[in-house]
Nanobody, 113 residues
Framework: VQLVESGGGLVQPGGSLRLSCVAS??????????MSWYRQAPGKERELVAG????????KYADSAKGRFTISRDNAKNTVYLQMNSLKPEDTAVYYC?????WGQGTQVTVSS
């Protein structure tokens, strides 16, 4: 299984980014897998940001992400997204995509003026 994240970068506080994670190399249907986004800031543990169930109907968010971030998926493209709005400096971290016990390499998000 390969998970490839993209979309990170440097953004000013209050700005937006959309992260993407494309999955490949698995022997099951992408739509059957729950997907999650995690993040890890320097010196901190990796934490769950958002998750979406296989059908896409149920989503969960960390308290820090509620109202600002939206997780979604496009099963036809084997892709999960994380739309991040109203970004804050404390959102600075490496963001990782997860499918079962598989992880992507991460994409850096830096929020700074």
């Amino acid at each position: 299984v390969q998970l490839v994240e993209s979309g990170g970068g440097l953004v000013q506080p209050g700005g937006s980014l959309r992260l993407s994670c494309v999955a490949s190399g698995f022997g099951f249907t992408f739509s059957s897998a729950a997907m999650s986004w995690y993040r890890q800031a320097p010196g901190k543990e990796r934490e769950l940001v958002a998750g979406i169930v296989s059908g896409g109907g149920s989503r969960k968010y960390a308290d820090s992400a509620k109202g600002r971030f939206t997780i979604s998926r496009d099963n036809a493209k084997n892709t999960v997204y994380l739309q991040m709005n109203s970004l804050k400096p404390e959102d600075t971290a490496v963001y990782y995509c997860r499918m079962y016990d598989y992880w992507g390499q991460g994409t850096q998000v830096t929020v700074s003026s």
